[in-house]
């Protein structure tokens, strides 16, 4: 859900639709939303899995202070996504499988 046109800030800008890649896959975002929502309106909540139980995050603070959203990108590990701008040819991957973090 996208809001496209605000009673106070008028009518949301145009921007330029980019494909990006998640573990191989082409999606499309638009360009300069965080990666975390270009992920979740293509359908992917489950960024990651806890070391001790597997269970899933995503995105939870959305503002960069905690660490639930962090993926792999362009190589790099640990990027915080909710704060991360998307651009055309990045390559996401899921953060750490179990094993990777300590929660």
Do not use: W
């Not at 638009?30 to 309106?41: K, R, S, W």
């Not at 995503?58 to 905690?66: D, L, N, Y």
Request: proline letters at 6%; glycine letters at 14%.
């Amino acid at each position: 859900m996208r809001v496209m046109k605000h009673g106070i800030l008028g009518d949301a800008p145009e921007r330029k639709t980019v494909t990006f890649f998640f573990e191989g896959e082409p999606l499309e975002g638009l360009e300069g939303d965080p990666v975390a929502v270009a992920l979740m309106n293509a359908g992917i909540k489950d960024f990651r899995e806890t070391r001790k139980k597997g269970e899933p995050r995503g995105v939870f603070c959305a503002i960069g202070r905690c660490t639930d959203c962090m993926m792999t990108i362009d190589g790099v590990a640990n990027v915080r996504t909710c704060i991360t701008p998307v651009r055309e040819g990045m390559r996401v991957e899921r953060g750490r499988k179990p094993g990777g973090d300590s929660k």
